[in-house]
Nanobody, 123 residues
């Protein structure tokens, strides 16, 4: 059972990145999925969450209107489209999944975690 996050990198302010989180060893269909991030010297924070059906999403206020979470259950993958990136978005981004029909808000509710992908926003 594994989650593999990818798509991070160095981007200039105002730029875009698309993160992917591919699941293997289990089917994401019955799992809520989320992206969290942790900046240097700061606590991990939730960024975005998507219900297993994809019909309900949550966004942190700091990313609302700029980030979009989506999922393709046929590909067993969750995405985070990040636009108009700001230096304060710099962090390691982690994807997570948990067996739930709801939208779990807290990191302790997630039992599967990816390894993290680093996003650096800098000119």
């Amino acid at each position: 059972v594994q989650l593999q996050a990818s798509g991070g990198g160095l981007v200039q302010p105002g730029g875009s990145l698309r993160l992917s989180c591919a699941a293997s060893g289990f089917t994401l269909d019955d799992y809520a999925a989320a992206w969290f991030r942790q900046a240097p010297g700061k606590e991990r924070e939730r960024v975005s969450i998507i219900r297993r059906e994809g019909d309900i999403t949550y966004y942190a206020d700091s990313v609302k209107g700029r980030f979009t979470i989506s999922r393709d259950n046929a590909k067993n993958t969750v995405y985070l489209e990040m636009n108009n990136l700001k230096p304060e978005d710099t962090a390691v981004y982690y994807c997570a999944a948990t067996y739930s029909e709801f939208v779990p808000l807290y990191d302790y509710e997630y039992n599967y975690w990816g390894q993290g992908t680093e996003v650096t926003v800098s000119s």
